[in-house]
């Protein structure tokens, strides 16, 4: 059974770290394109952050360029956000999702119906 499973939200103060992770079950991610998008309330999902199959395909939201760092581990299946300077306006829900293409991007129709449940992030003064 495919399955994404997103952790590692919480609620920091402005200028702290998290970092999420996207755990997957029934197919092998190192063969697929991954993104991370985030939806906070009353607005639509945004793509943050995604990596293709291969070195170099990696893209970012302008938002957090500089700033978020997303990585793969694939002996553990497991793609990650890394999220320092936290910022308000990083306050929603992470979702990550996959699809069995070699390039990635930011897109959330890109990325058919393999999506995870999300992790909540808060990011309080």
């Known amino acids: 059974q495919v399955q994404l499973v997103e952790s590692g939200g919480g609620s920091v103060q402005p200028g702290g770290s998290l970092r999420l992770s996207c755990a997957a079950t029934?197919?092998?991610?190192?063969?697929?394109?991954i993104g991370w998008f985030r939806q906070a309330p009353g607005k639509e999902r945004e793509g943050v952050a995604c990596?293709?199959?291969?070195?170099?395909?990696?893209h970012y939201a302008d938002s957090v360029k500089g700033r978020f760092t997303i990585s793969r581990d694939n002996a553990k299946n497991t793609v990650y956000l890394q999220m320092n300077t936290l910022k308000p306006e990083d306050t929603a829900v992470y979702y990550c999702?996959?699809?069995?293409?070699?390039?990635?991007?930011?897109?959330?129709?890109?990325?058919?119906?393999?999506w995870g449940k999300g992790t909540p992030v808060t990011v309080y003064s």
């Open positions: 999702a996959a699809n069995g293409l070699r390039q990635c991007a930011l897109r959330a129709d890109y990325y058919g119906s393999y």
């Open positions: 029934g197919f092998t991610m190192a063969y697929h394109a």
């Open positions: 990596t293709g199959t291969t070195d170099g395909n990696v």
